[in-house]
Nanobody
Framework: VQLQASGGGLVQAGDSLRLSCAAS????????LGWFRQAPGKEREFVAG????????YYADSVKGRFTVSRDNAKNTVYLQMNSLKPEDTAVYYC??????????????????WGQGTLVTVSS
């Protein structure tokens, strides 16, 4: 599956932003999806994950209660709604896909397909 993330930008602390990740291919609903982020000088870290149907989601503690992951299998798209943004949320955000049926995958190595990333900058 090919992934294309979009929706990043420059916002102020407290603002909201919605990222989208469009996928190509007719088997999108077969994949579990994840959002990761990478800040300058830091390792890529897990943000949120969603199973194939959208019925199960899970989050990193740092974003729980502020971010919401969802998907629309009819549109081959996964979303990340980010509310109450903080300067520490500044990073390049990536979407990723895996065919694994395991729930709760959080490591970059668990995901085999990646989008190109979209930059989110949160000013204080």
């Amino acid at each position: 599956v090919q992934l294309q993330a979009s929706g990043g930008g420059l916002v102020q602390a407290g603002d909201s932003l919605r990222l989208s990740c469009a996928a190509s291919g007719r088997t999108f609903s077969s994949y579990a999806l994840g959002w990761f982020r990478q800040a300058p000088g830091k390792e890529r870290e897990f943000v949120a994950g969603i199973n194939w149907s959208g019925g199960s989601t899970y989050y990193a503690d740092s974003v729980k209660g502020r971010f919401t992951v969802s998907r629309d299998n009819a549109k081959n798209t996964v979303y990340l709604q980010m509310n109450s943004l903080k300067p520490e949320d500044t990073a390049v955000y990536y979407c990723a896909a895996t065919v694994s049926a395991d729930y709760g995958l959080r490591y970059p190595s668990d995901f085999g397909s990646w989008g190109q990333g979209t930059l989110v900058t949160v000013s204080s």
